[in-house]
């Protein structure tokens, strides 16, 4: 089955920046969009940032766009999320979470998450 | 960007019921509508994609209706296993991606 393991999470000041990584496995990596997710303490989900299998095309949340850059390595079966300038309200658990080959279409698959905290 | 409401928020329930979650979309989103089910510490699973399809693996007291702005996941006889928060989710208008802000189902 669809294995997605995020790395990176940790505790940050404001203003400081993170980068997480996530590893692909038991799927063809290249052939698929792959998504951030992520969720705040006690509240729901929040879709954060896509990127097309090719890593031609990308998208982003108004909530974290200019700050956060979303990337992919095919050749490491890897997806990563630079994430800058980071606020109080980004601290949440962050998924990595895989679309499918056609960018309109539902995640299939997440992995477990990890959290970032953003506090002074 | 398109708006996802679910009602109701949370609700009790018994095992046995019959429960039914509604989301409702600020526009047509036609049929692409996903729902997940999200237990305590645990990540999103998907059970019902373009509205009505069961995912692989997915049992069939699930299932879900709807197309254009209404749609409405059903557990046809609730389980103790299925306690759990349930998210709508819009991959019609992009982006951004929409999430409903979820519904927890509680034991009674």
């Known amino acids: 089955e669809v294995q997605l393991v995020e790395s990176g999470g940790g505790v940050v000041q404001p203003g400081g920046s993170l980068r997480l990584s996530c590893a692909a496995s038991r799927f063809t990596f290249e052939d698929y969009a792959m998504h951030w997710v992520r969720q705040a303490p006690g509240k729901g989900l929040e879709w954060v940032s896509l990127?097309?299998?090719?890593?031609?095309?990308?998208n982003y949340a108004d909530s974290v766009k200019g700050r956060f850059t979303i990337s992919r390595d095919n050749s490491k079966n890897s997806l990563y999320l630079q994430m800058n300038s980071l606020k109080t309200e980004d601290t949440a658990l962050y998924y990595c979470?895989?679309?499918?080959?056609?960018?309109?279409?539902?995640?299939?698959?997440w992995g477990q998450g990890t959290l970032v905290t953003v506090s002074s | 960007a398109i708006r996802m409401t679910q009602s109701p928020s949370s609700f009790s329930a018994s095992t046995g019921d019959r429960v039914t979650i509604t989301c409702r979309a600020s526009?047509?989103?036609?049929?692409?509508l996903a729902w997940y089910q999200q237990k305590p510490g645990k990540a999103p699973k998907l059970l019902i994609f373009a509205a009505s399809t069961l995912q692989s693996g997915v049992p069939s007291r699930f299932s879900g209706s709807g197309s254009g702005t209404d749609f409405t996941l059903t557990i046809s006889c609730l389980q103790s296993e299925d306690f759990a928060t349930y998210y709508c989710q819009q991959y019609y208008s992009y982006p951004p991606w929409t999430f409903g802000q979820g519904t927890k189902v509680e034991i009674k």
């Open positions: 990127i097309s299998g090719d890593g031609g095309s990308t």
């Open positions: 979470a895989k679309g499918n080959t056609a960018v309109n279409s539902p995640i299939d698959y």
């Open positions: 526009h047509d989103i036609s049929s692409s």
